[in-house]
């Protein structure tokens, strides 16, 4: 690690490595996370499932991913980040690669549910949010873009090859395939990932000071409610929580639980259905970038309210987009693929503005949490509203509806006060 460090002095800044080996992590988990959206029509063929078990499993696996965020982060602040990774890497390999082995619904709830759900938890959205309070002074919004874009976009890449693999090899393969990856990527952390800049004599990026922040001392439990406490009595805490609610209802429940399987109602193959899902990945990568960039000079708010309302129209004509050609599905997956996640720098943006930069983390950790809980909401309503009506027209409609009250949600957010990243948290 020295030896590296030495090289990117005279180069490039080590916070940018930094970014390159947590992008890789965030990668890889994102592509266990896809799995078992690609898994439901082959797990209902073989073991006779209904859609409504397996989102029951998919639905967990969203709830412990946004709950083991804010505990993470604090374990992060107490431990470091680099033994909780590898920890969490550790897990998930185990994990996805025994449920190779499963035979049994509560096996899925157990495995995808309570391990692969927690250990991605994780290495989530959270350990972006502490990389970049951490490793960056300026450009933070732009480095949080691209970690944000590393998860989404993985999460869907990832699902063509999946997809093609399972059609020919079935869904075993798959899982031990992801089994490896993660493995792979779990030294890359032990080796290469520093716990501040001043492990590697540096400073963070566009710091003109070193950074002297020391671990936080007391028990990550205590230290998460306790944070949990203090931002609770404020009103933004609530409109960032339920707007970011919206946020993972609309897109990782639905879109990425159901998407492949609402393709097949249409006709359309899973390969064909995962090919568009990898599609909006790919625009996602450019939409939540330049969402950084964008978060960095202009109002986070506003930002905000042209991607909950896009988000929101981009829905509610999802169910009349397959009864269309070339302005179907070629216009949903543009519109909502640049939209994918770009809500996310500039809703870290308003936690550290609230919040402060030594508490945002874990207070953005709270707010991933509502987050999944949307996201485990919307997965297991639409799974219920499949089975009943043998249509996802209600449930897109429903989902682009609260898109819409997220839109206006969001212009509430720290009224009246400008940007900055010295606000406290008391």
């Not at 990389?131 to 873009?145: D, E, P, Q």
């Not at 609770?232 to 960032?240: I, P, V």
Request: aromatic share 12%; glycine share 10%; net charge positive.
């Amino acid at each position: 690690m020295k030896a590296l460090a030495n090289w990117s002095a005279g180069r490039i800044h080590y916070a940018w490595i930094v970014v390159a080996i947590v992008f890789l992590v965030l990668l890889s988990t994102a592509g266990i996370r896809a799995t078992p959206s690609v898994m439901m029509v082959p797990l209902e063929h073989e073991f006779g499932w209904s859609r409504a078990t397996i989102s029951l499993a998919i639905s967990v696996n969203l709830a412990l991913y946004g709950l083991t965020g804010p505990f993470a982060a604090a374990a992060m602040q107490r431990f470091g980040v680099r033994p909780t990774i590898v920890g969490a890497l550790a897990v998930l390999a185990f994990g996805t690669a025994l449920s190779a082995r499963m035979s049994a619904p509560w096996q899925m709830v157990l495995l995808w549910g309570v391990l692969v759900g927690g250990g991605t938890g994780v290495a989530a959205l959270t350990l972006s949010a502490t990389i970049v309070n951490r490793w960056f002074s300026t450009h933070r919004g732009l480095a949080m873009g691209l970690l944000t874009a590393s998860s989404a976009t993985g999460q869907l890449v990832f699902l063509p090859m999946m997809a093609a693999i399972i059609e020919h090899h079935g869904w075993r393969p798959v899982v031990l395939m992801v089994a490896a990856i993660c493995a792979a990527v779990l030294p890359l952390v032990a080796i290469f990932l520093p716990e501040r800049p001043a492990a590697v004599a540096q400073r963070p990026y566009g710091a003109t000071h070193d950074d002297t922040a020391a671990a936080s001392p007391g028990n990550p439990l205590t230290n998460a409610f306790r944070t949990l406490f203090h931002a609770a009595r404020k009103r933004d805490f609530w409109l960032l929580f339920f707007s970011f609610f919206i946020c993972g209802a609309s897109t990782n429940g639905y879109i990425g639980t159901h998407f492949i399987a609402m393709c097949g109602d249409h006709g359309l193959s899973e390969v064909r259905g995962a090919s568009i899902l990898a599609t909006m990945g790919i625009l996602d990568l450019f939409g939540t970038t330049m969402s950084g960039w964008l978060s960095d000079r202009f109002n986070s708010r506003v930002l905000l309210f042209w991607y909950y309302g896009l988000r929101g129209l981009s829905l509610i004509y999802l169910p009349y987009a397959f009864g269309l050609d070339f302005f179907g599905l070629p216009v949903f997956a543009l519109f909502y693929g640049l939209d994918w996640i770009a809500t996310v720098p500039p809703t870290v943006r308003l936690t550290t503005d609230v919040f402060g930069k030594a508490a945002a983390p874990v207070v953005f950790g709270w707010i991933v949490a509502g987050h999944q809980l949307g996201a485990a909401t919307a997965a297991l309503v639409a799974g219920i509203l499949r089975a009943s009506l043998g249509t996802y027209t209600l449930a897109s409609m429903l989902a682009g509806g609260v898109c819409l009250v997220g839109a206006l949600l969001v212009l509430r957010i720290n009224r009246g006060q400008p940007q900055t990243n010295s606000t406290s948290l008391a």
